[in-house]
């Protein structure tokens, strides 16, 4: 099964043990999710099936937006509502609009240091398997970008808020840094992904809906394949200019606005490949899928 399917992942859940029950679901083993989820998290994850998986780093810079709630009072070691709480407890004693003053500083770019309880690599091993198994952890701050962060209300100790964020950017990090900042400790208590890239939560299935379906009501949850990628014009090709294309030769291709990547198919539906505009109408395949 080709393809991408949005689904809304439930809290209590890894994205890991999203795609394991997608696989069950689909019977296809190669999957591969657009930016993980922390357990606690719902919302928004897309998932590549089959041969689709090759199109991953096309997405790998898709802004991301959220809706949570930050609590105050006491930081945990996981920057979140699952962690160990760490330090003493200190009441919040800012207001709604104290608190927004401070998160001023959390605007446009800025050096994040990422939770070491994530999945950030080192060494080729993810922080937070080294964090569980006792090891010292040494991450490095990472140039994100936040483009909105606002605090929309504070009911006691607990503020609600709205962010989108670059990809790479920690939610938690934000939370965390705020509660330095308001001088009494935060962590991240709720979390939902609302958009990622081009894909927004009224898009989303639920898992629920994804075990109960058949093979046949899987395929038609699938997004057409011309709509994916938005960015990248389609364009349909003979036999003869695809045989080129699989051998990784040039071909040329109409212009379009002189986009620089575009998707290449032999049918309204049969995505073949990936292609890079060399200069003009010539085409260098970058990525062939069949």
Do not use: W
């Not at 099964?1 to 043990?17: A, F």
């Not at 696989?23 to 041969?51: C, F, N, Q």
């Not at 575009?262 to 309204?268: A, G, V």
């Amino acid at each position: 099964m080709n393809g991408l399917l949005v689904l809304d992942k439930p809290s209590g859940v890894t994205s890991h043990d999203v795609v394991a029950i997608v696989r069950r679901a689909t019977g296809e083993k190669s999957i591969g999710h657009l930016g993980t989820l922390d357990p606690m998290a719902t919302g928004v994850l897309p998932l590549l099936l089959g041969k689709y998986t090759r199109l991953a780093q096309f997405f790998g810079q898709a802004e991301k937006h959220y809706t949570g709630h930050i609590r105050f009072g006491f930081a945990t070691d996981s920057f979140d509502s699952e962690g160990t709480p760490v330090g003493n407890v200190r009441p919040l004693t800012l207001s709604l609009e104290e608190l927004r003053a401070l998160g001023q500083r959390f605007y446009g770019e800025i050096d994040q240091l990422p939770p070491i309880f994530s999945a950030k690599k080192i060494n080729g091993v993810a922080a937070h398997k080294l964090a569980r198994a006792g090891a010292e952890v040494a991450v490095k701050p990472v140039r994100i970008t936040i483009h909105n962060f606002a605090l929309t209300s504070l009911d006691g100790d607990t503020a609600a808020f709205t962010m989108a964020v670059s990809a790479g950017g920690y939610v938690r990090s934000v939370a965390h840094e705020l509660g330095q900042l308001a001088g009494c400790g935060a962590h991240l208590s709720s979390l939902r992904r609302t958009r990622a890239g081009a894909f927004a939560l009224e898009q989303a299935i639920t898992l629920d809906r994804i075990k109960s379906a058949s093979i046949a009501e899987l395929r038609a949850l699938l997004p057409h394949p011309r709509t994916m990628l938005p960015e990248m014009p389609s364009v349909t090709v003979d036999d003869q200019v695809a045989g080129r294309l699989r051998n990784g030769m040039q071909v040329n291709l109409p212009d379009f606005s002189q986009a620089p990547l575009l998707k290449i198919f032999t049918t309204p539906t049969d995505l073949l490949a990936i292609g890079r505009r060399i200069a003009g109408t010539l085409v260098q395949p970058i990525i062939v899928l069949n």
